[in-house]
């Protein structure tokens, strides 16, 4: 587990709450599973989405797994904190699933299929497990679709830097655009991919703060230290490309990103 | 005006239709002006959006305006085509606008700013002639919003040379991210943009077609003389490029662009 790009610092937790709180309209409105019926959340991380999960789908049967115990554990420590006492965790690697087959209504995955090296694969074993008729709904984002004013070079270079460092580590930080193929391929049949765009300019004051700053410019400057190692960013260049990028959330900047939302039946 | 990036073709003027029938409701469902008032669409081209202003606005009292006599003549054709007869055509250059100040209520341009060496100096004419209190609206792309799947080089090649065949001519192909602080630095007030997303993939045959095969790859293919003759693109890996763009509109592509609108008040 070492090998996921954002690492499993402090700082990088309060970032995760910061992105889910920022985006939780944008992304997760849409979702809310009947009471009664039994929800899989694979990959919950640290659960910055888990609360918002249970909050939008009241007396759901929400089982959230993660492969990492630790993260499951500051998971728990959240949901509680907020007041959600029925979400079971369970430490399980999304590739050897130890669910029975058809067992699961509904599955829900924010931001993990970016960060594995066989994403249809998982996909592919999410889909035993669900039940026929259920649906899997998945979120992601697309690297590609990010853009901003003022761009410089060295905005770019430390912003690029982050697509080098994850497809270092064998993720897909473009996967956002290849949903639908890919569920497609994995065998989901009705599937539907809903783009969601943050649009953040100078009468946006929330996402300037809650996104750019604290979500885009949190998580470039997490992979500083790999950057600088690989190469990828001279040691000047990251400290004027990150000056830059705060401009971007400045009085004449604007910034562009999109994530994507698919939904398919098994 | 041998300089406008998409030349003055009869394919481009279908073109423009098919963009502009795709496209009516995402980018114009939002734009009425009152009947009476007095409107002027600054940069009308061949009338591809000025039917569909029209039949927005009913009794509005529009003026279209554009540099190319050839253009207002095809524009006025096409108005009288869809039954419409009461659109004015004036030729006009936007940096020396024949018209009073404060006599429009409302200005449109859309897919104009692009094109010219200096568009804040256009907003500043333009506002002249607004009345205090009146709005302007801008519509414009953005190519630094365009990402597709798949990605080869050889498409990347191709949709880049847009941009600098563009660039060559001294427009600006990333502008619609910097609407905002141009309509402020203008001097507009409540300046409000609202990006518009198209996204397409398998489940959307009308954005496949409509969109990807007329809009955009006959975008690109518009451009290939100047780009081959640029040397921007091999010829070989021009014909790899197209057929590779025309896999973004196939079974497993998906194809991503954003328009930014733009409103701001006198």
Redesign the interface.
Known sequence: MSEYVHGYSGRESERLSDQASTLAGLLHHDTSYPAGTRVLEAGCGVGAQTAILAKGSPGARIVSMDISQGSLDQARQRVEKEGISDVQFQRADIFQLPFREDCFDHIFLCFVLEHLSDPTLALQELKKILRPGGTLTVIEG?H??C???P?TPEALACWRSINLVQAEMGGNS?IG??L??ML?RAGFRE?????R?V?S???RPEMRTGFVENTIIAMVEGVKTQALQMGLVESDAWIKGIEDLHATAG????F?Y?FFKAVGVK
């Open positions: 697309d590609g679709s853009y901003f004013h761009e473009h655009r290849e639908y193929p497609c599937v539907t991919v809903s783009p765009m649009y300019d100078a009468s009085p004449d900047g604007s562009c999109t």
